[in-house]
């Protein structure tokens, strides 16, 4: 992108979070075993046309803010100390674009710069294009939302006042966008009490750069997290987003092939896209990158050959290998085959998996076993593979890392 097209994102994220309770802010809380901000930058560095993200924070917190940028990868990353209040810190951000900062030197100034919360961990291109479309356009540009509840406002003796019409108002969401120089010179402009009390950056724009924001209606998932109870409802949506599709992978084998079939036909009514490939289609770094491109974590990975772990561990190996595999947490089932009479000693074989499963953890894969009653007479598979089916929908649904390392019988 050339210099006069580029396109930058400032995330303030040196608030307390006072409102959740605990000593942990919340851009720091762990969200299905990663960091809330860690959540956001995942969905901003999907976005290839975002040449750099200023993320703000507290100065007693650049440290563990390194150490979350390191251990997770982060790319076109740079920190900056924040300022006391948000507007502050904001205004801490765009100035790394001309001044430099304390942390670094001054980056490319863009045409464009995204202000956007780092506890909004589900922002979409979509939407990221549109407020900066229409930055482009208007000046400033701000994503909106319908008013959930009444505004009204108390008189100084606690009794009712007035209230707004909630059909009239909008309630000011994230991201925001607008052009550089516009927002720039509108936080010059700012009064202390401007700095100090104020939160609403379309409203500098339209104080001091005289420029009327265009208002977008945006999608309900642009909420952000606030209290506790947020940050389930958070790994919530993650787990449904990334719960929705299942690739199962067998060998050429009878028993695998005939087990995979049934497994897929059955795991269709619990899983909305689920497909089956050859082994030989999951051998590179490559071919699972295609699987991940298809928005598919969760794996079904059948072993024939004496109830091991070979084709499993050929598949996390894999997994561990792929760096796209990091946005999110991967599933991998192990299914085995065992006859009745062979049940018990199959489990103490497997009991390796354990050790597997602690090993894939450490790279964010979740490793379960299942061993499957296996008989000769076909009437008997299907009753197996029904049970199979309805155990690994579970596992991949509830994603419970305590049960990691665990082989359940069907």
């Not at 599709?245 to 050429?252: D, F, Q």
């Not at 079939?261 to 590179?284: D, G, N, P």
């Not at 499963?357 to 299942?370: F, M, R, T, V």
Request: with cysteine; hydrophobic share 40%.
């Amino acid at each position: 992108m050339d210099g006069e097209r580029r396109v930058a994102a400032v995330l303030p994220a040196g608030g307390c979070g006072e409102r959740l309770g605990g000593c942990t802010p919340k851009q720091y809380c762990p969200v299905l075993g990663r960091p809330l901000i860690s959540r956001t930058l995942e969905a901003l560095e999907r976005v290839g046309w975002i040449s750099d993200v200023v993320v703000v924070v507290a100065a007693e917190s650049v440290d563990l803010m390194k150490n979350i940028v390191h251990r997770y990868g982060h790319k076109r990353v740079t920190l900056v100390e924040g300022g006391v209040t948000r507007h502050r810190s904001i205004f801490n951000g765009l100035r790394a674009f001309t001044e430099g900062h304390s942390l670094g030197p001054a980056l490319q100034k863009p045409e464009v710069v995204i202000i956007h919360d780092a506890v909004r961990p589900f922002v979409d291109e979509e939407t990221l294009l549109q407020v900066t479309s229409a930055a482009r356009q208007y000046g400033a540009a701000g994503v909106v939302r319908p008013l959930v509840s009444t505004v009204i406002a108390p008189s100084p003796d606690g009794c009712l006042d007035h209230s707004l019409e909630r059909a009239k108002h909008r309630a000011s969401e994230m991201p925001q966008a607008f052009l550089f120089e516009l927002i720039y010179e509108a936080y010059l402009q700012c009064s202390h009490d401007d700095l100090d009390f104020g939160t609403e950056c379309l409203h500098l724009a339209l104080a001091y750069g005289k420029t009327r924001a265009k208002l977008l209606e945006g999608p309900p998932d642009l909420w952000k997290v606030t209290y506790k109870r947020d940050l389930y409802a958070a790994e919530s949506i993650i787990k449904d987003r990334i719960s929705k599709h299942l690739c199962i992978i067998t060998n050429i084998k009878e028993e695998a092939l005939q087990i995979g079939f049934q497994l897929h036909e059955h795991l269709k009514s619990h899983i909305k896209h689920v497909k089956a490939i050859s082994s030989s289609m999951c051998r590179t770094v490559q071919d699972v990158k295609n699987i991940f491109q298809g928005r598919c974590y969760n794996f079904v990975c059948i072993n024939v050959k004496d109830s091991d772990l070979e084709e499993s561990r050929k598949l996390i190996d894999l997994l561990q290998a792929t760096p796209a595999g990091s946005y999110y947490q991967s599933v991998v089932v192990s299914v085995h085959l065992a006859f009745p009479e062979q049940c018990g000693s199959e489990m103490r074989k497997l009991s390796e998996i354990r050790e597997l499963a602690n090993e894939a953890q450490k790279s964010d894969i979740l490793l379960y076993g299942l061993l499957i009653n296996y008989s000769k007479e076909e009437s008997q598979h299907e009753g197996g593979a029904r049970q199979a089916s309805g155990i690994i929908a579970a596992l991949i649904t509830d994603r419970n890392p305590v049960l990691a390392g665990q082989v359940m019988v069907a």
